[in-house]
């Protein structure tokens, strides 16, 4: 029944502000007169607690409005819950988002408990969010998703560096490429694609449809400016399928709804490829991650290595090209003090040439990568699928921290 209400109040409040300018007393009696046609059509009683009033509009509410069935006064409300959505006077849904992140937040807790008693793999855990959590986030993202979604994001950036237990400010770039994982806005914008398609393939008498012909004939023909609808044309317009959006023809919604997913992603690795190529952090990163994709380390080592590695890839440690940024020293000045070379101390130096570590290296790399050094063989020591080799090059690593930066 409130579903009913709820809708059918929507439906009359648009076309009353459209045709009578905001008259609140004659959008009441209307509202009114069709609610009760519907209780008495199916035997409905009205639950006075339950039902609220809400007027959408930005500006302030006359105080002496009073609103009333069979003589009950009903509360007049900035916001109201409904299904798990909160739906605010202002048309935001600022609010919904906040609730939604909040909940998602207490779930992953949960989830990250499970997995650290179960000793759960990071594929495992990451699947968990995406079944357990991702529909937490994103409920009801058909109908919210054109508005800012980056507090729906940090709390997938929290868990992925969670996981890998990786400091807040380890760049972004890094953990998605880690992971190979696109931003919850991927599933967002398809998701609304997915109800675009669904409602231009729905029967005409539904209301959800209904109110979409409304929305696009006022967007077409009164300049009507429609969020919700913009922003479905955008997602078109970016994916260079301009032509659905114009003709209004689904050759296909499978097809639509796939090509666009795929093409969201293709921009993200787009997007992701030049940050990496332009960040000053990525420097080292981008000479051993070429490709966007889920890196095989973290699936075959054991849990301990498998942190050492990847903490020592996103610059998650205490060499002097990390901790010199920390105190604004010129790149040019965060030298090696273990080997008096006078080269920068970073990734590269430390695997590679540093003198210090000359016999930790014999032992611990492959012999091609001792003599005649160079980028490419820093590359391949970082990015080889071979497990014993990664065993030893975490042991390697876990030397170097050591001595770099002794405990205590
Ligand atoms: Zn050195």
Redesign the pocket.
């Known amino acids: 029944m409130n579903f009913l209400y709820i809708l059918n109040f929507f439906c009359y409040c648009m076309l009353m502000i459209q045709y009578y300018f905001l008259n609140l007393a004659m959008i009441y009696n209307v509202c009114w007169t069709n609610f009760q046609s519907i209780c008495k059509q199916w035997k409905l009683k009205i639950n006075i607690n339950k039902t609220k009033i809400m007027i959408f509009s930005k500006g302030r509410i006359p105080r002496n409005l009073l609103f009333n069935i069979d003589g009950n006064e009903i509360e007049i409300v900035s916001s109201y819950k409904y299904l798990g959505i909160v739906f605010s006077r202002s048309g935001s849904f600022l609010s919904t988002r906040k609730y939604l992140r909040d909940q998602a937040i207490k779930a992953m807790y949960a989830v990250i408990k499970k997995s650290r008693l179960n000793n759960l793999s990071i594929e495992c855990q990451l699947d968990m969010f995406d079944k357990a959590i991702v529909p937490i986030l994103t409920y009801g993202c058909e109908i919210w998703g054109f508005e800012n979604l980056d507090i729906l994001e940090r709390v997938h950036l929290r868990f992925c560096k969670h996981i890998l237990r990786l400091k807040k400010s380890t760049p972004n770039f890094m953990v998605y490429g880690e992971l190979g994982r696109c931003p919850i806005s991927v599933t967002v914008k398809s998701r609304m694609i997915n109800f675009w398609c669904r409602l231009q393939e729905g029967k005409e008498s539904k209301i959800s449809c209904l109110l979409y012909k409304l929305l696009y004939v006022n967007f077409n023909n009164y300049g009507y400016d429609s969020k919700w609808i913009l922003y479905i044309k955008k997602i078109f317009d970016d994916c260079g399928m301009s032509n659905i959006w114009q003709s209004h023809n689904l050759f296909e919604k499978r097809w639509v709804v796939l090509s666009v997913q795929q093409r969201l992603r293709d921009q993200f690795i787009q997007e992701w490829s030049t940050e990496m190529n332009t960040s000053p952090k990525g420097l080292c990163y981008r000479l051993y991650k070429n490709v966007f994709k889920f890196e095989h380390y973290l699936s075959v080592l054991p849990f301990n290595l498998l942190i050492t590695l990847c903490k020592f890839r996103c610059g998650n440690n205490r060499l002097p090209i990390e901790t010199g940024r920390w105190r604004n020293i010129p790149r040019s000045e965060r030298l090696?003090?273990?080997?008096?070379?006078a080269?920068i101390?970073d990734e590269n130096?430390?695997i590679m040439?540093?003198?210090?570590?000359k016999d930790e290296r014999c032992k611990y790399l492959p012999h091609y990568c001792i003599k005649n050094i160079n980028v490419i063989k820093f590359k391949q020591v970082c990015s080889t699928q071979n497990i014993v080799e990664l065993e030893k090059l975490c042991r390697f690593i876990k030397s170097i921290s050591v001595k770099v930066y002794p405990p205590g």
């Open positions: 090696c003090h273990l080997c008096g070379s080269d101390g130096h430390y040439s540093c003198n210090y570590f």
